[in-house]
């Protein structure tokens, strides 16, 4: 399935908005689970599983449009059924570097995390938080 998965997206690749795909930042992303890109008005993005829970990671950086090592940040995000205000304000005061909020009837929850040349550190890392906000928000 992830080779596949990979396959679809290099196919597509050519007739997204930009020269080159953030390949790279891809291929680590398909190590948490399936993932793919996308390009929602002409931005790169990789919507992905870890384990049972989705996310969404835009690509962001001076040169994110042409060269995947240019791309300096990620901005991930995910949902989770709608929670107490309690659970969402000790989630914010744990300073995890991501942030908590009611969205409707959804907590959502959105980190910014920096690429400092390892990118795979930055899925894992938004793999712990991940696994860390199913844990608690998800019934």
Do not use: H
Not at 59 to 66: A, E, I, S, V
Not at 103 to 112: N, Q, R, T, Y
């Amino acid at each position: 399935m992830k080779y596949l998965i990979a396959t679809l997206a290099t196919l597509l690749a050519p007739s997204l908005a930009w020269a080159e795909t953030p390949q790279a930042l891809l291929d680590q992303a398909l190590l948490l689970g399936p993932a793919q890109l996308g390009a929602p008005e002409g931005q790169p993005v990789i919507f992905g599983q870890a384990g049972d829970a989705a996310y969404v990671a835009n690509l962001g950086g001076p040169d994110c449009r042409t060269d995947a090592d240019g791309c300096d940040t990620i901005r991930f995000s995910s949902f989770a059924p709608a929670a107490d205000q309690a659970a969402l304000d000790a989630w914010n005061a744990a300073g995890n570097g991501s942030q908590v909020a009611l969205d409707g009837e959804w907590v959502s929850l959105s980190a910014e995390m920096p690429v400092t040349g390892n990118a795979q550190a930055v899925f894992a890392n938004w793999n712990a938080l991940l696994t860390q906000f199913v844990q608690t928000f998800e019934p």
